[in-house]
């Protein structure tokens, strides 16, 4: 059982550091291979905020967050927006470069090497309860994504802006013409995508590690979310990142022969059983 | 997609099976065609201490044109390209390592036949799905044989490397020197004819369905075309292509090391063509040479921080030169174009 | 060309111009330092240059009397291709007298290839997979091999009373090296090895592995992972699973605690028993002077790890090849002299090894402690004159 937990909370992490990928991607169909890049941002924001200036772990995730989304809506005024009509291999081509820049940039201002954080007290060691040993931090997680899931698949499903959002995304003119302002749903969009990855990225750091690699590292992994979800699908992801969180976990504890092949397996199994994602729509 | 902005062998598109005439005019090879093939020649006698370089080049160039087959013509994006490669890589050196033949050209053969047999196998995975679905599948795949390579480290050598690998000399006559010297003249040679088979492939009326396809695949069977088939055969003949980049990897070096493999070598050939500029044959080829001697050059001025510099080129390059570098020649070309229709 | 020329130089200078070595300047060495100076493993390029640049500067910038041109080329991680075509460059463009540097495996295997085709002594300054010295003969190494360094840990265990151990390694070849290496050693001197993973390189979650470990109870887990991002990620789970209460004790390799990423990977490395050849905190009078110069040289408070010691250990092999042959930088001559070349490091006596070429040296067993604050790694017990185990 504690195997379980395990991967459900390790895909609770998967799912918090993608589900802004599958906003950017799949909501605004922007190929933004640069999602990972804002994930380190984030990590590296928590880590000096945490670190060296002493703020407290949970104001630095915040805060983490809420830079990555203001570095999110700075990019997507100064550059992405120039790319929203351009070719999918246009934006991979830029969004590659883009983090080509930020490891670099990562690289000369921390070193490369990884980058300590230390958690509180109060959210280390391990807790029992009813014959299961629960890592706090895990549960932290868990709790965390629950919460971010909630929250996005109200404001996005239910609320005002999320209407004006799915309508400038499928017809941009109509939506102009009905009195949205496009741009700015748009930038509060993309900011959003981005502070998510600043968020999973900073409750990453102790998990996942973090250096100048990092955009690239896990790159494949938040494709495989967001594919397997479905993209834009909210709850698609989050069953997605659980369902490859609990597999990969499971598979590594009771085959760990196989343990680097079973999160593909089952990335090319889903796909071919339902080749538009779990919840995704056609 | 933004739509395909006219080339020479677009020209012929949709009215192929009418009038035959532009099809054979783009078939027809022209000056600056030939001022290009002029540059290998060149870069011989002036760079004659780069030739393992310029051999990469070269080998890149295969490489991306094998992937300018799938993703230009063909439209599928594929981020697990260095499969094939890497199993041509493997098969040169298998052959070579553990059953002593070291012949290139029968190796070069062996590879493309056995990519080839990867790519049938893998095909009906891949050409399943549309998009994002595709692309996380070629991932998969590429991924997937990358940890076999890797359990079987016995067998392949794993990370440290097959060793053994002894080239005979090529035809008989030549053998590989330490400075590059047959494998230069070798990996060009085996380059141009690629690039002829694939200049012929992409101008015939097979050619011309996979474009037509890539614009509109749910018109084709109407047309009495057969997508899947198309397709498939086209997936195969860039595997086979990709197994003779990696064979020749494998030959020039005389080594193979699992980062053949790689996601990294997948992602960096999606880069060059895209670079270079997807659909048309030219753009693989210059992708491969501005990457790499860009790659080369940065790393040499500025080993540390080479990355941020090559970032900002490719960032450059999408905010003033869409579809490419060889985007930036269309309006050229499109003048040069209407000046030979007026003749 | 250049060599003739050398040649005549050094010969003009031994044959009773005495001092007029100083005056009339032989021509320069060159080195090709192949390493990775961007990308991930960029700290390791940066750690050849530290180690190389105090040695010259002790030496007053000659190596065996020539002034010394250190040329750089970047290889980041393991690219063999890569590393080959630069080997080849060097060879023929940059003229190189010797390669060294060398720190993934794979490239070392490639260069070594050309080294030997190019007849040209390639210094291995990391790079610790055996067979690269036994593949080419112009390969020696001034590092280390995975067996050399986990074999030491099982006969370390055994002597301790620990005859159960679980092991986890990285799933390459490296990590199947030193599984098989610790694994021969531990059942040789009676112990039993109580089953056995090995974990991908590419995922840092370890959970499920650490659970499974702590449901076979062995009296000790060993693990072997490339430093830098895995070994934390596992004493993190293996902290947070509480292994240490459960009886279960924790021992590695000292890719674990690389004093490079030690500080980073924090408090949960206290009390791990590593087992390799060099310490920074290693107490010794000339490890004490080669800490001090490395942060002389470089102007900044950063620890030399095992790859700057043998770099450091690299030029010094070099110049007493250079001293016997006279100054000759003949590839088959120095190659000649530099077998059964033996010296102090600042890690103790090394040697290298007169039929293999690969290093003979001292491996230590330490425990990871925090001394004025600081996390080192401090030697407790110690294995002499350790060969590489695959070797014999």
């Known amino acids: 059982m504690t195997v379980v937990f395990d991967g459900i909370a390790s895909g609770m992490l998967l799912f918090l550091i993608a589900v802004g990928l599958s906003v950017t991607l799949g909501l605004m169909n922007f190929v933004n291979l640069a999602h990972g890049a804002f994930a380190m941002f984030g990590g590296y924001v928590c880590v000096v905020a945490s670190g060296r200036w002493g703020i407290p772990f949970l104001p630095a995730v915040v805060l983490a967050a809420l830079a990555t989304a203001a570095l999110g809506a700075l990019l997507e005024r100064l550059l992405f927006r120039r790319l929203y009509g351009a070719s999918q291999l246009d934006q991979v081509l830029f969004s590659i470069g883009l983090v080509f820049v930020a490891m670099a940039i990562a690289r000369w201002g921390f070193g490369p090497a990884q980058q300590p954080i230390r958690l509180p007290a109060w959210l280390q060691g391990q807790v029992h309860l009813g014959g299961l040993d629960i890592g706090v931090y895990r549960a932290f997680l868990v709790g965390l994504g629950l919460a971010v899931a909630y929250g996005l698949h109200r404001a996005i499903g239910v609320t005002r802006f999320g209407a004006r959002l799915r309508a400038s995304v499928d017809k941009p003119d109509v939506a102009r013409g009905m009195g949205i302002d496009v741009d700015r749903v748009f930038v509060v969009t993309f900011a959003l995508g981005s502070g998510l990855a600043g968020l999973g990225g900073a409750v990453g750091v102790e998990l996942l590690g973090l250096d100048p690699s990092f955009p690239l590292r896990y790159l494949v992994y938040f494709l495989i979310v967001v594919a397997v979800g479905g993209s834009g699908s909210i709850p698609g992801s989050l069953i997605a990142a659980i369902l490859i969180g609990v597999c990969d976990v499971a598979g590594k504890y009771w085959m760990p022969q196989i343990g680097a092949f079973i999160i593909y397996t089952v990335m090319v199994v889903m796909l071919i059983v339902r080749p538009h994602g779990l919840l995704g729509r056609k | 997609m933004t739509p395909l902005t006219p080339t020479s062998s677009d020209r012929a598109g949709p009215a192929a099976t009418v009038d035959l005439a532009p099809l054979r005019r783009a078939a027809r090879p022209r000056a600056l065609e030939f001022a290009f093939w002029l540059l290998p020649v060149a870069a011989w006698f002036l760079f004659p201490e780069n030739l393992a370089l310029l051999t990469q080049i070269a080998i890149t160039a295969i490489f991306a044109l094998s992937l300018d087959l799938v993703l230009g013509y063909a439209g599928i994006v594929t981020l697990g390209h260095a499969a094939f490669f890497g199993v041509g890589a493997y098969a040169a050196g298998m052959l070579s390592a553990k059953l002593g033949i070291g012949d290139p050209l029968l190796g070069l053969v062996f590879a493309a036949a056995v990519s080839a047999l990867a790519g049938a196998i893998t095909s009906p995975f891949v050409l399943r799905g549309t998009g994002l679905t595709r692309l996380m599948v070629t991932i998969g795949i590429g991924m997937m044989l990358f940890e076999a390579a890797n359990k079987?480290?016995?067998?392949?050598?794993?990370?440290?490397?097959?060793?053994?690998?002894?080239?005979?000399?090529?035809?008989?006559?030549?053998?590989?020197?330490?400075?590059?010297?047959?494998?230069?003249?070798?990996?060009?040679?085996?380059?141009?004819?690629?690039?002829?088979?694939?200049?012929?492939?992409?101008?015939?009326?097979?050619?011309?369905?996979?474009?037509?396809?890539?614009?509109?695949?749910?018109?084709?069977?109407?047309?009495?075309?057969?997508?899947?088939?198309?397709?498939?055969?086209?997936?195969?003949?860039?595997?086979?292509?990709?197994?003779?980049?990696?064979?020749?990897?494998?030959?020039?070096?005389?080594?193979?090391?699992?980062?053949?493999?790689?996601?990294?070598?997948?992602?960096?050939?999606?880069?060059?063509?895209?670079?270079?500029?997807?659909?048309?044959?030219?753009g693989a080829l210059v992708g491969a040479i501005v990457f790499v001697t860009l790659h080369h050059l940065l790393a040499d001025v500025d080993p540390e921080y080479w990355q941020l510099w090559i970032g900002l080129v490719l960032i450059g390059i999408v905010l003033f030169a869409r579809n490419g570098l060889m985007g930036v020649v269309d309006p050229f070309e499109r003048l040069l174009a209407r000046k030979e229709t007026k003749r | 060309m250049s060599k003739f020329s050398l040649i005549a130089c050094t010969v003009l200078a031994m044959s009773g111009f005495g001092l007029a070595a100083e005056a009339a300047d032989p021509a320069p060495i060159k080195i090709g330092v192949i390493a990775s100076y961007s990308g991930p493993y960029a700290d390791y390029g940066r750690q050849f240059d530290d180690g190389i640049a105090l040695w010259l500067d002790e030496h007053g910038g000659k190596l065996g009397g020539h002034p010394v041109e250190i040329v750089k080329k970047d290889v980041p991680g393991a690219a063999p291709d890569l590393a080959k075509r630069v080997a080849q460059e060097l060879v023929v463009k940059d003229k190189v007298n010797f390669f060294a540097g060398l720190d993934f495996s794979p490239n070392a295997y490639a260069v070594g290839a050309v080294a030997k085709e190019a007849k040209i002594p390639a210094i291995v300054m990391n790079a610790s997979s055996s067979a690269i010295?036994?593949?080419?003969?112009?390969?020696?190494?001034?590092?280390?091999?995975?067996?050399?360094?986990?074999?030491?840990?099982?006969?370390?265990?055994?002597?301790?009373?620990?005859?159960?151990?679980?092991?986890?390694?990285?799933?390459?070849?490296?990590?199947?090296?030193?599984?098989?290496?610790?694994?021969?050693?531990?059942?040789?001197?009676?112990?039993?090895?109580?089953?056995?993973?090995?974990?991908?390189?590419?995922?840092?979650?370890?959970?499920?592995?650490?659970?499974?470990?702590?449901?076979?109870?062995?009296?000790?887990?060993?693990?072997?992972?490339?430093?830098?991002?895995?070994?934390?990620?596992?004493?993190?789970?293996?902290?947070?699973?509480?292994?240490?209460?459960?009886?279960?004790?924790?021992?590695?390799?000292?890719?674990?605690?690389?004093?490079?990423?030690?500080?980073?990977?924090?408090?949960?490395?206290?009390?791990?028993?590593?087992?390799?050849?060099?310490?920074?905190?290693?107490?010794?009078?000339?490890?004490?002077?080669?800490?001090?110069?490395?942060?002389?040289?470089?102007?900044?408070?950063?620890?030399?790890?095992?790859?700057?010691?043998?770099?450091?250990?690299?030029?010094?092999?070099?110049?007493?090849?250079?001293?016997?042959?006279?100054?000759?930088?003949?590839?088959?001559?120095?190659?000649?002299?530099?077998k059964g070349l033996s010296f102090e490091s600042p890690r103790g006596p090394i040697e290298i090894d007169a039929a293999t070429r690969d290093i003979v040296q001292t491996v230590y067993i330490r425990k990871t402690e925090k001394v004025n604050g600081e996390l080192v790694n401090v030697e407790f017990d110690q294995f002499d004159k350790v060969k590489d185990p695959a070797k014999q």
């Not at chain 2, 440290?160 to 590059?180: A, H």
């Not at chain 2, 492939?201 to 011309?208: D, W």
């Not at chain 2, 086209?234 to 070096?253: K, N, P, R």
């Open chain 2, 152 to 282: 079987a480290n016995d067998f392949t050598g794993g990370v440290d490397g097959l060793q053994g690998i002894e080239m005979t000399p090529l035809l008989g006559l030549w053998s590989f020197d330490l400075w590059g010297k047959t494998a230069y003249v070798y990996a060009v040679a085996v380059l141009f004819v690629v690039f002829l088979v694939a200049r012929h492939v992409v101008g015939s009326p097979f050619g011309l369905s996979l474009r037509a396809i890539h614009m509109n695949a749910a018109r084709m069977p109407a047309l009495g075309v057969s997508v899947d088939a198309r397709l498939t055969a086209a997936w195969i003949a860039a595997a086979a292509i990709a197994g003779i980049a990696g064979a020749l990897l494998t030959q020039t070096t005389q080594f193979v090391s699992i980062d053949v493999l790689g996601f990294g070598r997948s992602a960096e050939i999606l880069l060059i063509l895209i670079l270079g500029g997807a659909g048309r044959l030219y």
């Open chain 3, 133 to 338: 010295t036994t593949q080419s003969p112009y390969v020696a190494r001034v590092s280390f091999t995975v067996q050399q360094v986990s074999d030491p840990m099982a006969r370390w265990a055994v002597k301790n009373g620990i005859t159960k151990v679980y092991t986890i390694v990285a799933d390459y070849g490296p990590g199947a090296d030193s599984e098989t290496a610790f694994e021969k050693a531990f059942t040789a001197n009676g112990g039993a090895i109580v089953g056995k993973v090995r974990a991908p390189l590419s995922s840092p979650d370890f959970s499920a592995y650490v659970q499974r470990i702590k449901d076979e109870k062995p009296q000790a887990v060993f693990f072997f992972f490339p430093s830098g991002v895995l070994p934390p990620a596992f004493l993190k789970a293996a902290k947070e699973r509480g292994l240490e209460e459960a009886g279960i004790k924790v021992i590695a390799t000292g890719e674990a605690t690389d004093d490079s990423y030690l500080e980073a990977t924090g408090d949960v490395a206290l009390g791990l028993i590593t087992s390799h050849h060099y310490s920074y905190a290693h107490p010794s009078e000339k490890n004490r002077k080669f800490v001090e110069g490395i942060a002389r040289v470089t102007g900044k408070k950063l620890r030399p790890s095992y790859f700057a010691v043998a770099a450091y250990d690299g030029m010094a092999a070099l110049d007493g090849a250079l001293a016997k042959t006279g100054g000759d930088v003949d590839g088959a001559k120095v190659m000649e002299a530099l």
